[in-house]
């Protein structure tokens, strides 16, 4: 029997095959997984949760989420069940996220999927994805060719020395994370390279959704309420997908976790187009000139004008499912955040994990959540502090600039950036 099957979540054909699309409705494919009760692997990290990660080989690496029960910031936040899912370095608490951000738990399993293959892996990344791939490359060999907007770049180290399977494309200034998006796109194109996908890349949602899946273990339940800071959403997506199968599996309980989904204004798309009841993302007021707004933002990483909102399984489902919200969050206040939760936690935090900080905060404010409840908070990123102590880190250099998303392919090629067997 195959471990797997993807079905769309739209109009729920079924597929055997790996693809990113419905071919009918172009809503998202999720997997659905033979086995409906989770039995752990005996191994560290991420690959303990095997059974549900679209891979054959049990992945043996010491990278994953890390849940613990907060005592001292669910305090001063008066929380009794407090949870925090750890994803950076934090070895006290066993946390070995080494790029420091939960892309990694997206990178091991997508990688892991074509290796073995001839493909190299394609991607566009504002930094943390970009660094999360490269580690995995350099780790599994595997080529990855991965376009960066220039304001990522100062993100682009790793705790080891860059190997020749990693290939940087640096944007011009005046390009954004989508610019970089739509580059990626045309080099995907190319024979020999196959598109990572992005948020229809299944191995990347059921990676993110080890966070659930490690909570609900640790906390032998399911949580009421569910906090991240998104900038796609595919984190959100990947935590309602997870808890969708852990209440098939029965022994989590029956309700899904509220989605408490968190952007940094003033760019903030999905917030808006949440707040004002649509299920579509209206360009001219839900982001005008996104340019500038970007620039404004604290956590500049959350910062996507193309997130899957409106396709079918995508965030508005997902928020529509579980009851979910969505906050906007000040820079002023993510900053404040951030502060407070380095001081009670004792660990240094990403600016998004801010945000999501202070969307508790503001959740609490609202009477959003009570006392009592099961809350779990995603600190998506965080520790490099921490690492710094125990790794030399190395800075990545880009291969080639591109000016602008829609550069001749050929002006790449000439100067022999690209592999050259791809262009022979
Ligand atoms: C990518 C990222 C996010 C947002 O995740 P999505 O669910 O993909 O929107 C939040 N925090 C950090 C640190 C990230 O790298």
């Given at each position: ?321 579980t009851n979910g919200t969505m906050h906007g969050i000040t820079n002023s206040d993510a900053i404040k955040a951030q502060q407070m939760f380095e001081r009670y936690e004792g ?78």
């Amino acid at each position: 029997m195959q471990k797997y099957d993807l079905i769309c979540a739209g109009c729920t054909s079924i597929y055997n095959d790996d693809r990113l699309k419905c071919a009918s409705d172009g809503g998202l494919l999720r997997t659905n997984y033979s086995k409906k009760t989770l039995t752990l692997k005996d191994v560290p990290g991420m690959g303990k949760f095997h059974d549900w990660l679209p891979i054959n080989e049990v992945m043996t690496t010491d990278s994953g989420p890390v849940t613990y029960r907060s005592t001292e910031l669910a305090a001063e936040l008066g929380l009794n069940n407090l949870f925090i899912s750890f994803n950076g370095y934090w070895p006290e608490k066993g946390a070995y996220v080494k790029t420091c951000s939960f892309k990694e738990l997206e990178a091991f399993p997508t990688v892991q999927k074509i290796r073995g293959g001839k493909s190299s892996l394609v991607l566009a990344s504002a930094g943390n994805t970009a660094r999360a791939f490269s580690h995995v490359s350099a780790m599994t060999g595997v080529d990855v060719y991965i376009a960066v907007p220039a304001s990522g770049m100062s993100r682009m180290w790793l705790p080891e020395e860059p190997t020749d399977s990693i290939h940087i494309i640096q944007m011009g200034k005046n390009c954004d994370y989508t610019d970089s998006i739509h580059l990626a796109e045309r080099i995907a194109a190319l024979p020999g390279m196959k598109a990572e996908g992005g948020a229809r890349n299944v191995a990347r949602r059921d990676g993110m959704g080890t966070v659930m899946l490690d909570a609900a273990v640790t906390m032998k339940r399911m949580p009421d309420h569910y906090f991240q800071a998104i900038g796609s959403g595919t984190g959100g997506i990947a935590a309602w997908e997870a808890s969708l199968r852990l209440r098939d599996d029965g022994r989590f309980g029956k309700k899904l976790p509220v989605l408490q989904l968190s952007q940094n204004l003033p760019f903030a798309p999905m917030f808006n187009a949440w707040k004002a009841g649509r299920c579509d993302i209206v360009k001219d007021i839900d982001m005008p000139d996104p340019k500038k707004l970007i620039h404004e933002m604290y956590a500049d990483i959350l910062s996507n004008r193309e997130p899957p909102y409106s396709v079918a399984g995508g965030v508005y489902d997902a928020l529509c499912s579980t009851n979910g919200t969505m906050h906007g969050i000040t820079n002023s206040d993510a900053i404040k955040a951030q502060q407070m939760f380095e001081r009670y936690e004792g660990i240094d935090i990403f600016p998004p994990a801010g945000v999501a900080v202070a969307s508790l905060v503001e959740a609490l404010n609202e009477h959003k959540v009570n006392a009592e409840d099961y809350i779990v908070l995603n600190i998506t990123g965080g520790g490099v502090k921490r690492l710094e102590m125990d790794y030399t880190l190395s800075k990545i250099e880009p291969e080639f600039i591109a000016e602008n998303s829609s550069i001749p392919l050929e002006e790449i090629m000439n100067r022999k950036v690209l592999d050259r067997k791809v262009f022979a």
